[in-house]
């Protein structure tokens, strides 16, 4: 396995409609971006942490943290804007020459200890263009999603026989805790595939239930909340 040059980028707008403010909303004692940004720094093959945002507080929490802030353009920072191009101006910006490039989301204060690192190590060991983290859907199982019509009729969205959980077939969801990318395919841009970024190689590394936590809205935060406050206490026993 060569050991390459690894940098991280948090990203983390703004303007969120879902939670206002929430990358600085404090988490378990700190600003949720916080977090993150000390994953990425306790990381042990990530050389280089960046934060890319568009907001002054946002700044300040992850400069605080240990991340060096890249501020976006405008045309970065609204809600079109894509997560790679975000990443894209940050590394060139910093003028980084990193050839592995670890995408982290703000909003996401929980994920294992290890979690980047087995990112970079799996994408290390088989030569992917990608690698991601995902969790499984567990009893939301596209085997089960439906349809409701104008007059509340209900349709498969996908018709199966499978009426028992331990029958479904396994599938799995990006949960949002890392993704591990290399350069070149990180600067592959086709506007017809908005993830041309993650290459044609593309693996993924699985999470256990609870171990990942992206924070969209109010129930997100507290259940980030608990499961930190939780760790900080087992910590402070031991």
Request: net charge negative; charged share 30%; glycine share 4%.
């Given at each position: 396995m060569t050991v390459s040059s690894v940098a991280a980028v948090v990203i983390g707008r703004a303007d969120s409609r879902g939670l206002p403010g929430k990358n600085t909303i404090f988490v378990a004692g700190r600003p949720m971006i916080a977090h993150t940004v000390e994953d990425a720094c306790r990381a042990t093959m990530v050389q280089r942490?960046?934060?890319?945002?568009?907001?002054?507080?946002?700044?300040d929490a992850a400069q605080a943290a240990g991340a060096t802030v890249v501020l976006r353009p405008r045309e970065l920072s609204g809600g079109d804007a894509t997560v790679d191009s975000a990443v894209r101006?940050?590394?060139?910006?910093?003028?980084?020459?990193?050839?592995?490039?670890?995408v982290l989301y703000a909003n996401v204060p929980v994920r294992p200890a290890d979690l980047i690192d087995r990112a970079v190590t799996t994408l290390l060991?088989?030569?992917?263009?990608?690698?991601q983290s995902y969790a499984s859907v567990g009893?939301?199982?596209p085997y089960w999603t439906v349809r409701l019509g104008d007059q509340a009729e209900v349709s498969a969205w996908q018709p199966n026989t499978v009426y028992r959980r331990q029958d479904l077939p396994e599938a799995f969801i990006p949960d949002g805790g890392v993704?591990?990318?290399?350069?070149?395919?990180?600067?592959?841009?086709?506007?017809?595939?908005?993830?041309?970024?993650?290459?044609?190689?593309?693996?993924g590394i699985h999470t256990k239930r609870g171990e990942v936590v992206d924070?969209?809205?109010?129930i997100d935060c507290r259940v980030a909340a608990a499961i930190l406050e939780t760790r900080l206490a087992v910590e402070a026993s031991s």
């Open positions: 942490v960046y934060c890319s945002t568009d907001g002054e507080a946002i700044a101006h940050a590394i060139e910006e910093s003028s980084d020459p990193a050839d592995i490039v670890v060991e088989t030569g992917a263009d990608s690698v009893k939301f199982h993704i591990a990318v290399r350069r070149e395919s990180l600067f592959c841009i086709d506007p017809s595939q908005p993830h041309a970024f993650l290459g044609t190689d593309r693996r924070v969209d809205d109010e």
